[in-house]
């Protein structure tokens, strides 16, 4: 009668070890991306206010960058055009409709530039803009919420901001508990712009 060949049972049991270890190894890192996303949505949340999910997917560009240049355009009784502000950006941290570095020259009708923050040469900010109308002309999304103030190195939130965008009545909503939020100086554009991103790809799996 021929012998059975027998195979060690540490050979099984290492091979359960490495499997086991395996399926820990993914567990923790599924956990700490959950922990990460939602670290990120109450960062966005506080600074965006609790409407920041429609903000990021209505708009049509995303980006940090730097104000280059502001100016009126000739009135409309001599030119027939409409009256519109044409500002210049430098886009430094792309995040949906542009690149990085791109000079990124859009037109806003004059009659909006006073519903929210004016924009000054040399400011750096994270905004959010329509798509341009057929006219050409875009503007923040929901005014005054969608230009947040960055830093002067553009990488972080600035605490004024914060304070600002606190201070906006529309922001909250009183029957919603608002999250816990870090200092204002540790709230970075890398985090902002994981949670926007994650916001617009949710919406393109539901769509």
């Known amino acids: ?3 059975r060949k027998k195979f060690p049972m540490r050979v ?8 086991l270890a395996l399926v820990s190894s993914l567990a923790a890192q599924q ?8 670290s990120d949505q109450a960062v966005a949340a506080r600074v965006l206010g609790p409407r ?9 560009m995303i980006f940090a960058g730097t104000v280059l240049s502001t100016s009126a355009t000739p009135d409309r009784a001599t030119t027939g055009a409409t009256p519109s502000i044409e500002l210049i ?12 570095g791109q000079i990124l020259t859009i037109h806003e009708w004059a009659g909006a530039w006073s519903v929210h923050r004016p924009m000054t040469r040399g400011q750096r900010i994270l905004i959010f803009l329509y798509r341009p109308s057929r006219l050409g002309l875009t503007s923040p999304v929901g005014g005054s919420l969608g230009q947040i103030a960055l830093d002067s190195s553009g990488q972080n939130v ?15 909503d009183s ?3 608002q999250p816990s939020f870090p200092d204002a100086e540790c709230v970075t554009v890398i985090q902002l712009k994981r949670a926007i991103l994650a916001a617009r790809n949710r919406k393109e799996e539901e769509e």
């Not at 950006?89 to 990085?100: H, K, L, Q, T, Y």
Request: hydrophobic share 40%.
């Open 12 to 19: 099984s049991v290492c091979g359960l070890a490495v499997a």
């Open 31 to 38: 956990s700490a991306q959950q922990s990460v996303q939602q």
């Open 52 to 60: 920041w999910k429609q903000i990021s997917r209505r708009a049509g």
């Open 89 to 100: 950006f430098r886009v430094d941290e792309p995040i949906a409709g542009v690149e990085r």
């Open 175 to 177: 029957s919603s508990r």
């Open 158 to 172: 600035s605490a004024d901001a914060v304070r600002n965008t606190a201070a906006l009545p529309s922001l909250h």
């Open 1 to 3: 009668m021929p012998s």
